[in-house]
Every structure is written in structure tokens, then in C-alpha cells.
């Protein structure tokens, strides 16, 4: 069996921020939540979080029925740490340490830590360009391992060297929970560093096995806002080279942001500067123009989004054309062929097939039928300040331009709306509307003149 812990208790002081650096978010998801994902799909069947600054916070984003937290009161190092949780282990279970602040660790490596385990205890190492901070892993003539040494309390020498400990290890629970009970805190900080239990190990005759990972993004952990800005573009280049090795096109793939998932058919092709949210699908043969923002999304295959658009939660069917600056809301529906054109905003509104609203509108909770039209600067008025109401647009049906649609209002199919019309009645099939003052011409007008400004 295997059982995971998290440390998860730090503040984060270098983050200068109230949130707990868990939570802080990396494409759209807190941080700790990739480390769970990875944990999970490294086959642990129990997950341990130790939670200390914002406890509360840290225990409601990793609730779960696999899930169990356990809470450092006072920060004391990270063999502290994973004390408070493994009294909660079976003692036989393989036990493997994590932590919330590394989260993009792959599960193939953590599977490569706990297979080593198997022989006594493993840990994770990586050789970097600058090891400052990171705790050094010491070997003796023949490259067997020695001991860690944490940067604060390594000699000039031990500074010179590359291989650093990332602090992942696994062991079996009942042989961690012995070595943790012997740890000292003579140290620098006078904390019980987590690392010192495999010197013990050594020392107890234990096998001390190293994975060295060569896969950067093993060991980027987050301290500092530039660190977790860093972490991103890193993470935001992997994302954009798995869509480009699924044949997506990209426009510039330094230019995408992805938080949350996307999902793309064959040929589809994204601009610069556009934000993926949430859950979204694009189908084959969509096109995403520049500075778009899409969430929590499906558009079908042969969409076109024109630049500057906004989608957030709707649905667009086969070969629709959207924007440029359009907004979709949140239950929207475009049917097929339909189009949306620029400054159109909906909310709640489903688009019937090959219907258009090109210019200048605001429909809210409505349902425009098949092949209707809505002129440009017509409004649905939905809302009397209590209530919210809808406006039922048959099929075929002509909105004028400027017009002013007052719910619950229906137009029967074939209806017709006048230009400047306000409507308040239902209009029936074939009838044409018209709700506006009479115009009225008057002769001989003299256009008013300027009063001289007295001194």
C-alpha cells in the first residue's frame, strides 16, 4: 500500500501575500492540487496534508475522501512536519513525501522514488546550474551517497556542488517513523530537518538508493512571486507543445495561456494572446482570433471566433461565426450557421440555426428561432428591477434596427418589428409592429443662433 504525505503548512513569507502559498494558483489551479493529481496517478491510496498557516483555508481546496489533514501548530522543519501525520500511516505501508509547494512533479518519477524504496529508502536528487538554497546531496570517493546538507549549514566546499536534494523521499512508514524519533535540531535553524533521516539509514545499515531526475520541472518550487511567474511560462510552453504535437497551430506559443483544460480536433488554429479557461472544447477546423478569452466552453467544428471576443460558458454549434467583440455569457447556445457579430453581448440566450444578431445588441434570456434576424442596437429589456423575463423570437422573424423588446414578450414565426420600435405586446405571425411617435416636419424651422456673452 501506498500512502502519500503533502507538507502543506508554510506561509510563505517571500510570497508577501495573506494566501497560503499552496493556494497560490498555477494556470487557474492551486498549487497543491497538482501535487494531489500526482500523488493519485503515482497509485497512492491514502493522501496525508500537513497544514499549519491557513489551515483552514489549505483543508477546504484538498477535501476529498482520500484525503486526510493533519495539523503542525507550530513550524518546527519538515521531519517536524511529517511526524504530525505519520502516526495516521500503517506501518507497513510504503510511505512517500511530497510537497504542495513543488507541484509539478511527474508521476513517472515519484513511481521511479517508490520503486527504489523497495531496497530501504529512496530519494529524489537533480543536478541544477544554481543549487543556492537547496540542501546539497554528499557522496563519498566512489559516488555512493553520504549524507544531505542543507545550504545554511554546508561548508564553502559543499556550496560548489550541483546535486541537490529535493526533498521527495520514500521509505517504509514503521522504518521513517523510527529514524524521525532519532533526528536532533542542531542545525542552523534548529529545526528537525526531514533529510537527516537518511544519514541515520546509512548509519542503521539501511540501503540509501538516490533517483537522480532529469526533468527540470521535478524540482521548480515555488517561494517567491517571480519563482511561481516563472513556473507558469515553464508550464504554459508544456502545454503548448502538447497541442502543437497534436497538430493544433499556434500563432506563438509564448503568446497562450491555458488555465484549466483544452481539448482540440484536427486543424484547429489559435492567435496570439488568447485565454483559455475552465473547461473548454474546440472542435476540428476551429479558428481562435487574437485576444480572445473562452471559458468553460464548446465550440463546434468550423467556428469562427473573430478577435476581442469574450465566451464564458455557452455553446456554439458547427460552422457559427462569432465577433469580433462579441461576449457570450453563461447559458448561451448558438445554433448552426449562425452568426454574432461585433459589440453583441448575450446572456441565457439560445441562437437558433443560421440566425443573426450583427451589430450593436443585447439579448438577455431569450430564444431566437431558425434564420431570424435582430437589427442592429435592438435590446431585450429582461429584467423590471425584481424579476427576470424571457423574449420568445419565432422562426424567420425581423427585428428592426433600434429596437426595444420589453419581456415576457413572443414574436410569432414571420413576424416583423419595426425600426425604432418599442414593444411591449406579443406580435403574431405575418403582423408588422411599429411602436413609435408619429414624425412630425416643421416648416420655415430657424435653426436657434448663439446670445452674445455679456461683459
Excluded at 457570450?328 to 440566450?349: C, D, H, S, Y
Aim: charged letters at 20%.
Amino acid at each position: 500500500m501506498l500512502e502519500v504525505i503533502i507538507l502543506a503548512a508554510g506561509q510563505g513569507s517571500r510570497m508577501q501575500s495573506r494566501l497560503p502559498k499552496v493556494l497560490h494558483l498555477l494556470s487557474g489551479r492551486p498549487l497543491i492540487h497538482y501535487t494531489l493529481d500526482a500523488a493519485r496517478a503515482a497509485g497512492a491510496n491514502h493522501i496525508h496534508v500537513v497544514v499549519g498557516c491557513g489551515a483552514d483555508a489549505v483543508e477546504a481546496a484538498v477535501q476529498a475522501p482520500d484525503v486526510q489533514c493533519h495539523l503542525q501548530a507550530q513550524q518546527k522543519g519538515t521531519g517536524h512536519a511529517v511526524q504530525q501525520a505519520i502516526g495516521a500511516c500503517h506501518p507497513d505501508s510504503t510511505l512517500l513525501v511530497l510537497f504542495g509547494d513543488v507541484p509539478l512533479v511527474s508521476d513517472t518519477t515519484l513511481q521511479a522514488v517508490v520503486a527504489a524504496a523497495e531496497s530501504g529508502i529512496a530519494m529524489l536528487s537533480a543536478e541544477v546550474e544554481d543549487p543556492s538554497g537547496y540542501g546539497r546531496v554528499v557522496r563519498d570517493d566512489q559516488g555512493d551517497f553520504l549524507a544531505v546538507v542543507e545550504h545554511k549549514d554546508a561548508s564553502t566546499a559543499q556550496h560548489q556542488l550541483r546535486e541537490i536534494n529535493t526533498g521527495v523521499l520514500a521509505s517504509r512508514a514503521s522504518l521513517l517513523k523510527d529514524w524521525l524519533s532519532r533526528i536532533q535540531n542542531n542545525n542552523a535553524q534548529s529545526e528537525y530537518y526531514l533529510p537527516d533521516v537518511l544519514a541515520l539509514a546509512k548509519a542503521d545499515a539501511i540501503a540509501v538508493s538516490v533517483v537522480v531526475s532529469d526533468r527540470a520541472l521535478d524540482t521548480l518550487g515555488v517561494n517567491t512571486p517571480q519563482q511561481l511567474e516563472y513556473l507558469e511560462r515553464q508550464h504554459q510552453q508544456v502545454l503548448a507543445d502538447q497541442l502543437m504535437a497534436c497538430g493544433v497551430l499556434l500563432a506563438d506559443r509564448a503568446r497562450l495561456d491555458i488555465r484549466g483544460s483544452l481539448r482540440c480536433g484536427r486543424d484547429v488554429s489559435v492567435d496570439i494572446n488568447v485565454l483559455f479557461e475552465g473547461q473548454v472544447v474546440l472542435g476540428d477546423e476551429v479558428t481562435i482570433g487574437a485576444h480572445c478569452v473562452i471559458r468553460n466552453a464548446t465550440i463546434e467544428a468550423g467556428v469562427q471566433v473573430r478577435p476581442f471576443t469574450h465566451i464564458d460558458g455557452a455553446t456554439i454549434k458547427a460552422g457559427a461565426e462569432i465577433g469580433p467583440y462579441a461576449r457570450l455569457r453563461p447559458g448561451t447556445e448558438i445554433g448552426e450557421q449562425a452568426k454574432v457579430g461585433n459589440f453583441v453581448e448575450m446572456k441565457n440566450v439560445s441562437l437558433g440555426t443560421g440566425a443573426k444578431a450583427s451589430h450593436l445588441t443585447y439579448l438577455g434570456d431569450a430564444t431566437v428561432g431558425a434564420w431570424s434576424n435582430v437589427g442592429a442596437g435592438t435590446i431585450t429589456c429582461n429584467y423590471d428591477g425584481a424579476n427576470k423575463y424571457r423574449t420568445e423570437l419565432g422562426e424567420g422573424v425581423f427585428i428592426g434596427s433600434n429596437s426595444t423588446l420589453v419581456a415576457p414578450l413572443s414574436v410569432a414565426p414571420g413576424g416583423f418589428v419595426a425600426a425604432g420600435s418599442t414593444i411591449t405586446d406579443d406580435v403574431a405571425s405575418d403582423q408588422l409592429a411599429v411602436a413609435r411617435g408619429r414624425q412630425s416636419n416643421v416648416d420655415g424651422w430657424q435653426r436657434p443662433t448663439k446670445t452674445t456673452d455679456e461683459a
